[in-house]
């Protein structure tokens, strides 16, 4: 009965001219897909951003896939991936991650460097983080070169992701950089998106504090789904689905839709 629904709408959808892509007319695929989880103060479970529930449905519909997402900190998501029990969302490039396949590249993530505004320094190359404190998020990955100088070139402090507890701790000079990933891809814009969202939260700085996005980012982060040959024909899927979507302008319009601060 489904099948015959399926014919029926892409012939409705024929005969009215609207384009059927390959996967609108293959079978519905539900496939595990696992999320890094990011976690508040008080150690609960944060939501998904609303910039990526979007994709993953438009990406769903796309694909012709039905995902099950399971949250997990980034070492577990690797194991299970690995264990070929579904497929992971959101691995880096800049990663070597050996045995997994990478789809296409879905989005950009900017990793910015947000310090006080006191302690402005000019950015070259990791090595202007010397003796440096660096803020990150626990069980976060910036890229092979930044993780294997951790705590020999700089020191990590390592936190939730809670960004106005991060922020505080930066102007408490806990930390002398904090690392951001954002979407966008200016500094004024990640400025302001971090200080409305101290308005949000009601969580003001204090009088003659100020922090600043240096003008150019840690890394440009290319984002991928990972899985096991097991899944190539997933990965085929999804790299149809983000290819029809780039060309047509919908995952720029949908990432950079605005969004509440979170």
Known sequence: MNGQRR???????????????????????????????????AGQMLPLRDEVRRLL???????????EIERYPYPRLLE???????IAFGLSMNRNLGDLMLSDPFMSNQVWMVVRSDAVFPFRSIEDLRGKTVGVVRGSSYGDEFDARRNSLFKIEEDVS???????KLMNRRMDVMLFGDLHTRADEVSLYLHQLLAE?????????????????????????????????????????????????????????????G
Do not use: W
Not at 219 to 247: S, V
């Open 162 to 168: 809670s960004h106005t507890a991060r922020l505080r």
């Open 80 to 86: 299970k991936t690995r264990n070929h029990e579904g």
């Open 57 to 67: 449905d438009l990406i769903e519909q796309r694909a012709g896939l039905q995902f």
């Open 7 to 41: 014919t029926l709408l892409c012939g409705l959808a024929l005969l009215a001219g609207m384009p059927v892509s390959h996967a609108q007319i293959q079978p519905l695929l539900k496939m595990v897909l696992y999320v890094r989880e990011n976690r508040n103060e």
């Open 201 to 261: 939260e009601k969580s003001p700085l204090k009088p003659g504090d100020n922090f600043v996005v240096i003008e150019r980012p840690l890394l440009i982060d290319e984002l991928c789904f990972a899985a096991t040959p097991k899944h190539e024909e997933i990965l085929r899927r999804l790299n149809l689905a983000i290819g029809q979507l780039r060309r047509n302008g919908e995952l720029q319009r949908v990432l950079l839709s605005p969004r509440k601060p």
